[in-house]
C-alpha cells in the first residue's frame, strides 16, 4: 500500500516562502508522476504542478509559474514544493498525490495524501 504524508505548511506572510515536503511509503516511487493540487475553501481542487519520475516533465499552473518549484528524491521517496513570493490567493490546503500518468487531471492520480494547510496573511 502506498501512504503519502505532507509537511511543511504553516501559516507565512505575503512575500515568504516556505518548502512543502511529501513522504511516500511502499513500492516503487521512483516510478510514479508526483504532483502537487491545491484547494480553498468553497473552490476546486486545483493543479499545481507536477514532476515525471525522471524529472524531465514539470508543469506548472501559470498562477505559481516563476514562483514555486517542485523536485524529488528518488532515494528519499519525498518530492518537494518551494514556494516562494508567496501570496493571499495562495492560500490553500496543498496535497500531494502519486500516480502512472503524465497529467494535470486529478482524477488519474491514484494516491493521495491527507494535505497540509498553508496560509498566506496579507
Known amino acids: 500500500q502506498v501512504q503519502l504524508v505532507e509537511s511543511g505548511g504553516g501559516l507565512v506572510q505575503a512575500g515568504g516562502s516556505l518548502r512543502l515536503s511529501c513522504a511516500v511509503s511502499?513500492?516503487?516511487?521512483?516510478?510514479?508522476?508526483m504532483a502537487w493540487f491545491r484547494q480553498a475553501p468553497g473552490e476546486e481542487r486545483d493543479f499545481v504542478a507536477a514532476i515525471s519520475s525522471n524529472s524531465d516533465w514539470t508543469p506548472y499552473e501559470d498562477s505559481v509559474k516563476g514562483r514555486f518549484t517542485i523536485s524529488r528524491d528518488n532515494a528519499k521517496a519525498t518530492v518537494f514544493l518551494q514556494m516562494s513570493s508567496l501570496k493571499p490567493e495562495d492560500t490553500a490546503v496543498y496535497s500531494c498525490a502519486a500516480g502512472r500518468f503524465a497529467t494535470r487531471r486529478a482524477g488519474l492520480y491514484e494516491y493521495w495524501g491527507q494535505g497540509t494547510q498553508v496560509t498566506v496573511s496579507s
Open positions: 511502499g513500492r516503487a516511487f521512483s516510478t510514479y508522476v
